[in-house]
């Protein structure tokens, strides 16, 4: 494999020194770009995107073109992995994601299993595409969704408000919705591996929906198939450690907690301070986050204060990445973006003098 050209990305997730904070962006591929538009018109449905290498190759790279990102993300979505286990994926026409076999009866999930890997040999043979396109100018982030946000999807059959179904699971047969996680955990184990085999040189496990959970039944429902799945992972890959990043949205009053799950670093969202986040686990992981997405909405002056504001937060030192709280929205203007990536390297760099790598 080519040598990586640039790498602050993954010396960042390991608390290393580097000359300025990197960022990328979830979903940093999307709607908001009209090349991406241009592309999945082509494809003819989203699906049709992820499912061909070609093109999941080229809307991977379509935001690297236009912004100088320090990573890139596989083209794909959490969902492929439901689907492989033959829960009958499809987006209804501005409804999101749907499923035609939501897990509803006992026998169904009793029956689930971990799937052949090579139902999802499309997402592989995309990162491997990714990573020859790439050429080693950046690295290349492969993902999965948490156990228990895949959970979700599967027993609502797709998107909700109040998770009434996968929560009356959980308080009235916990015994399912665990045996449902335990399955998920190791398909996601699995999955990320064969990701990481084939060229992902660093993976985010997507917890959307854990914030939804109660106290205590976060750290048994979601964050306990966190940790399990963690330790099943490959975390060295052709000489590199291959970091791990969780993100579970609203998950800010239980950073301790995440921390001690074996990732490497922690996503957050926009409701967190930087600064008391990294008081309180940032000799343990690195951070990643927060700037809220809809800030992208407000002028570039307005988007480039609110960037310095949360580099100051963070303050001096290694181990922040930078990115948004969540994913982009699609009516994001495409130049407040450029606006964003420009002032983190501007008004980074003085975080990471030869001073402060020292300690100062
Ligand atoms: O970050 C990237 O650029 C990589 C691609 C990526 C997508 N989905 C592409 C996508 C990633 C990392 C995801 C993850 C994902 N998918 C999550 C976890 C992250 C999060 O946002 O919390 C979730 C919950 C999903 C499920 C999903 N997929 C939803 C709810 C939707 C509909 C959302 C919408 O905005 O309509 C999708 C579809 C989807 N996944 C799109 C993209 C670019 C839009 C599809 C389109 O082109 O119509």
Redesign the pocket.
């Given at each position: 494999m080519t040598a990586l050209q640039n790498d602050t990305f993954l010396r960042a997730l390991l608390r290393e020194p580097t000359e300025y904070t990197p960022v990328w962006?979830?979903?940093?591929?999307?709607?908001y770009l009209p090349e991406?538009?241009e592309t999945?018109r082509q494809a003819g449905s989203?699906l049709a995107?992820?499912k061909s290498k070609e093109l999941a190759t080229e809307v991977?790279l379509q935001?690297l073109d236009r912004y100088p990102l320090d990573a890139a993300?596989?083209?794909?979505?959490?969902?492929t992995v439901p689907d492989a286990m033959g829960l009958g994926l499809y987006?209804a026409e501005g409804e999101?994601?749907k499923f035609e076999r939501p897990l509803r009866e006992e026998a169904a999930i009793r029956a689930l299993a971990v799937p052949d890997m090579s139902e999802l040999r499309y997402v592989f043979d995309a990162v491997s595409s990714i990573r020859t396109a790439l050429a080693g100018r950046v690295p290349l982030i492969g993902?999965s969704?948490s156990p228990f946000?895949l959970a979700c999807?599967m027993i609502e059959g797709g998107?909700s408000d109040s998770y009434s179904r996968i929560k009356t699971m959980m308080y009235d047969r916990p015994e399912l919705l665990h045996h449902t996680l335990d399955v998920n955990a190791r398909t996601v184990t699995a999955y990320l591996n064969a990701q990481i085999e084939a060229g992902a040189q660093a993976v985010?496990i997507?917890d959307?929906?854990g914030g939804v959970l109660a106290y205590g039944k976060y750290q048994e429902f979601s964050l306990a198939y966190m940790r399990q799945l963690i330790a099943g992972l490959k975390r060295e890959h052709d000489g590199r450690r291959v970091p791990v990043i969780v993100?579970t949205?609203g998950g800010g009053l239980w950073l301790e907690d995440i921390a001690a799950s074996g990732c490497d670093a922690v996503g957050l969202d926009w409701t967190v301070d930087l600064a008391e986040a990294r008081r309180r686990v940032g000799d343990k992981v690195a951070l990643q986050g927060n700037f809220d997405p809809v800030a992208l909405f407000a002028k570039p002056a307005a988007v480039e204060a609110e960037v310095a504001r949360l580099l100051a937060s963070f303050g001096s030192g290694s181990g922040h990445v930078f990115n948004l709280g969540?994913?982009i929205s699609?009516f994001t203007p495409p130049e407040h973006v450029g606006a964003l990536v420009q002032a983190v390297h501007k008004h980074s760099r003085q975080y990471h003098s030869a001073a402060h790598q020292a300690g100062a």
């Amino acid at each position: 494999m080519t040598a990586l050209q640039n790498d602050t990305f993954l010396r960042a997730l390991l608390r290393e020194p580097t000359e300025y904070t990197p960022v990328w962006l979830m979903r940093q591929a999307g709607r908001y770009l009209p090349e991406y538009c241009e592309t999945r018109r082509q494809a003819g449905s989203f699906l049709a995107l992820c499912k061909s290498k070609e093109l999941a190759t080229e809307v991977t790279l379509q935001p690297l073109d236009r912004y100088p990102l320090d990573a890139a993300i596989l083209f794909s979505d959490i969902l492929t992995v439901p689907d492989a286990m033959g829960l009958g994926l499809y987006f209804a026409e501005g409804e999101g994601p749907k499923f035609e076999r939501p897990l509803r009866e006992e026998a169904a999930i009793r029956a689930l299993a971990v799937p052949d890997m090579s139902e999802l040999r499309y997402v592989f043979d995309a990162v491997s595409s990714i990573r020859t396109a790439l050429a080693g100018r950046v690295p290349l982030i492969g993902f999965s969704g948490s156990p228990f946000t895949l959970a979700c999807y599967m027993i609502e059959g797709g998107g909700s408000d109040s998770y009434s179904r996968i929560k009356t699971m959980m308080y009235d047969r916990p015994e399912l919705l665990h045996h449902t996680l335990d399955v998920n955990a190791r398909t996601v184990t699995a999955y990320l591996n064969a990701q990481i085999e084939a060229g992902a040189q660093a993976v985010q496990i997507f917890d959307s929906w854990g914030g939804v959970l109660a106290y205590g039944k976060y750290q048994e429902f979601s964050l306990a198939y966190m940790r399990q799945l963690i330790a099943g992972l490959k975390r060295e890959h052709d000489g590199r450690r291959v970091p791990v990043i969780v993100f579970t949205k609203g998950g800010g009053l239980w950073l301790e907690d995440i921390a001690a799950s074996g990732c490497d670093a922690v996503g957050l969202d926009w409701t967190v301070d930087l600064a008391e986040a990294r008081r309180r686990v940032g000799d343990k992981v690195a951070l990643q986050g927060n700037f809220d997405p809809v800030a992208l909405f407000a002028k570039p002056a307005a988007v480039e204060a609110e960037v310095a504001r949360l580099l100051a937060s963070f303050g001096s030192g290694s181990g922040h990445v930078f990115n948004l709280g969540h994913g982009i929205s699609q009516f994001t203007p495409p130049e407040h973006v450029g606006a964003l990536v420009q002032a983190v390297h501007k008004h980074s760099r003085q975080y990471h003098s030869a001073a402060h790598q020292a300690g100062a």
